[in-house]
């Protein structure tokens, strides 16, 4: 792969977004289990754009599910923001971010020719998994914040 300019500084703005919203959750945060949680939907969003970017998620960019897949991102945007980065309200947007995706993986199956069923089978696993971790330990976070 042969790398130019354009595509350094997309990783570099990428890597600083991660950087970003990793700093923002953790100056909110309250215990380990709120920065772990935090971390782990930032690397997650990390690397759905970065796989989105540099192959497309399910078969070429030009899939519509591909396409598709900013909901996911503006999920996790909106539901940060309205909750302010708070544990009980960033375990309800993990969970919507996670619903969102397997609703993309549903359509995906719906729209995908049968060479792509593992691809976006594996694909809406693999994050749904990340994004319902991340609602478990934001709900630990929570849990711990009560008890405080």
């Known amino acids: 792969m042969n790398w ?4 350094y500084v997309i990783a570099t703005a990428l890597f600083a977004s991660c950087a970003l919203v990793t700093w923002l959750i953790t100056r909110n945060a309250r215990s380990h289990w709120h920065i772990l949680a935090g971390t782990l939907a930032a690397l997650g969003a990390l690397v759905l754009v970065w796989m989105q970017l540099a192959v497309g998620l399910i078969g070429s960019g ?7 897949m900013t909901l996911v991102l ?12 708070r544990a ?3 375990r309800t947007t993990m969970l919507a971010v996670a619903g969102t995706q397997m609703t993309l993986g549903a359509l995906g199956f719906i729209l995908a020719t049968p060479d792509l069923f593992s691809d976006v089978f594996l694909v809406t696993t693999f994050f749904a998994e990340i994004w319902t971790g991340s609602a478990f330990l934001f709900h630990l976070a929570y849990r711990r914040e009560q008890r405080a």
Do not use: K, W
């Not at 130019?4 to 595509?7: G, K």
């Not at 503006?74 to 980065?85: C, N």
């Open 62 to 68: 030009e899939h519509p599910i591909n396409q598709a």
């Open 74 to 85: 503006a999920a996790g945007a909106i539901g940060s923001a309205l909750s302010r980065f």
């Open 88 to 90: 009980s309200g960033m």
């Open 4 to 7: 130019d300019t354009t595509d």
